[in-house]
């Protein structure tokens, strides 16, 4: 399973990378490979303000539906509209191709319970 680095995580399996007020979330690696095939990605919170935990979307793989979690704070500014006719994207490129929302920070709610590279290894096994 891959784990970037550079990434903050959460135990629900999210991943954010923030880029002065703006994250990127997406699922990791781990979560997309237990889902199997994605089938869809259901996301309609487009310009709403949603706190930590929040849930944002939902995914469908063949095995299974799961709902998405927020990992910051603020407000949904866009969703990766290549998802739409290409879900498998989450599969192939989790990371990179396969993020699901932008986000615009609330920078006053700060999630302490995101977790570093390591700490999501530990976290799931690896």
Known sequence: MKVLDNLKYTENHEW?????????????????????????????????DLNIDDIFGSIEAVKTASDLYMPVSGKVVEINANLETNPELVNSSPYD??????????????????????????????
Do not use: F, M, R
């Open 16 to 48: 954010v990378l923030v880029d002065g007020d703006i994250a990127l979330v997406g699922i990791t690696d781990y979560a997309q490979h237990e889902l199997g095939d994605i089938a869809y990605v259901d996301v309609d919170t487009i310009d709403e």
């Open 97 to 126: 191709q396969g993020w699901l929302i932008k986000v615009e920070i609330d920078n006053s709610v700060i999630n302490d319970k995101l977790l570093t590279a390591d700490e999501y290894k530990a976290h799931i096994g690896v």
